[in-house]
T-cell receptor, first 114, second 109 residues
């Protein structure tokens, strides 16, 4: 079946503009995660959605970052007033209840803020 | 903040040799996972070892876990050029994964 998909694959934006990144999880996966990976670094947790529960937003770096998950499926990560330090690869992952520990990652969106 | 730290940061080996990388972490965990990343994009799950397990095998991969030392190791045997990638350990707690900075492995033909 289809894996996790993300769009766009690459995004170049000017400092101060807003961007939206999209994630389509694996069908039936109840958990969805967003991570950020800066150049040469490990992944930094941003936000976690599980079913209809309130999301865990503890990893969002500032109030310019927000995310929503509509209908328990597709998720959008929004970054307002982008800054150069927001440049990174944004990775989305999903997991099922039966295998909640194993996360399946999408290919990521490479964001470049100029 | 990163929970795990991989060692070494980079590793270059000849095809057919074994590659060993280590991961240390700070807090108690439910499980520890290893992922592979090619070309800085999506991660692929390799293997999960639970906190009550000491060793696990999957194909050419062998993972050990020592919870008393808060450390894990990943061994790739008989390496191939296709094993060239970055390898990350990730500790799981409260359903979130905390990743280290990774070990970059280069397998020379």
């Amino acid at each position: 079946g289809a894996g996790v998909s993300q769009s766009p694959s690459n995004k170049v934006t000017e400092k101060g503009k807003d961007v939206e990144l999209r994630c389509d999880p694996i069908s039936g996966h109840t958990a969805l995660y967003w991570y950020r990976q800066s150049l040469g670094q490990g992944l930094e947790f941003l936000i976690y959605f599980q079913g209809n529960s309130a999301p865990d937003k503890s990893g969002l770096p500032s109030d310019r970052f927000s995310a929503e998950r509509t209908g328990g499926s597709v998720s959008t990560l929004t970054i307002q007033r982008t800054q150069q330090e927001d440049s990174a690869v944004y990775l989305c992952a999903s997991s099922s209840l039966e295998s909640s520990y194993e996360q399946y990652f999408g290919p990521g969106t490479r964001l470049t803020v100029t | 903040s990163q929970q795990g730290e991989e060692d070494p940061q980079a590793l270059s080996i000849q095809e057919g040799e074994n590659a060993t990388m280590n991961c240390s972490y700070k807090t108690s965990i439910n499980n520890l996972q290893w992922y592979r990343q090619n070309s800085g994009r999506g991660l692929v799950h390799l293997i999960l070892i639970r906190s009550n397990e000491r060793e696990k095998h999957s194909g050419r991969l062998r993972v050990t876990l020592d919870t008393s030392k808060k450390s894990s190791s990943l061994l790739i045997t008989a390496s191939r050029a296709a094993d060239t990638a970055s390898y990350f350990c990730a500790t799981e707690g409260d359903y979130k994964l905390s990743f280290g900075a990774g070990t970059t492995v280069t397998v020379r033909a």
